[in-house]
């Protein structure tokens, strides 16, 4: 079964500081893409980052950065310089190339203390 | 705002009721999916269409119908509702089968309570 694995449900970080939100997924195939997106209490869906997985450069969207390591099939997410917005459910979730499916992780709660 | 609209963003209705969820994708984009996200719990892919063909299934109940209409616009119907249908549905779109690349844009959802 494709699964991905959210191993922390709640990460709390100080304002400013940084923070890591660990992904790991499980996959038969060779080609996907990754995604990390954030879900703030307004409960919209907004993505964050992407990566692909034939590509071994790490993605960086400013504050956001990925430590993709494809043999281990894990995706993190690295937050700089955390900020009050940055408190969220995040998501982490892959696509496949059988059928377009986005597979989705559990979340991590993120608290950020002012 | 990711370009998605969803209608209506609150629905509350009554056991063995039906309901109409609409959603409407971004300017130019020809595939709509639909996702159930339940309390504090990832999201679960219903269906996709794509240019108003059904383009894949995922744990979509058989309760539970969808179209996209030729305006691209797509609707998911649910009947007989159950409590445990409760949940968040959100509506996500993009450009089409290009491949692994697309990234798929999400609407605001629509919170549906069954009493």
């Known amino acids: 079964a494709q699964t991905v694995t959210q191993s922390q449900p709640e990460m709390s970080v100080q304002e400013a500081e940084t923070v890591t939100l660990s992904c790991t997924y499980d996959t038969s195939e060779s080609d996907y893409y990754l995604f990390w997106y954030k879900q703030p209490p307004s409960r919209q869906m907004i993505l964050v980052i992407r990566?692909?997985?034939?590509k071994q450069q790490n993605a960086t969207e400013n504050r956001f950065s990925v430590n993709f390591q494809k043999a281990a099939k894990s995706f993190s997410l690295k937050i700089s310089d955390s900020q009050l917005g940055d408190a969220a459910m995040y998501f982490c979730a892959y696509i496949r190339d059988s059928n377009y499916q986005l597979i989705w992780g559990a979340g991590t709660k993120l608290i950020i203390k002012p | 705002d990711s370009g998605v609209t969803q209608t209506p963003k609150h629905l509350i209705t009554a056991t063995g009721q039906r309901v109409t969820l609409r959603c409407s994708p971004r300017s130019g984009d020809l595939s709509v999916y639909w996702y159930q996200q339940s309390l504090d719990q990832g999201l679960q892919f219903l269906i996709q269409?794509?240019?108003?063909?059904?383009?894949a299934k995922g744990n979509i109940l058989e309760r539970f119908s969808a179209q996209q209409f030729p305006d691209l616009h797509s609707e998911l119907n649910l009947s007989s509702l159950e409590l445990g249908d409760s949940a968040l549905y959100f509506c996500a779109s993009s450009v089409g089968l290009a491949g692994l690349q697309e990234t798929q844009y999400f609407g605001p959802g629509t919170r549906l309570l069954v009493l």
């Open positions: 269409y794509y240019n108003g063909e059904e383009r």
């Open positions: 990566q692909e997985a034939y």
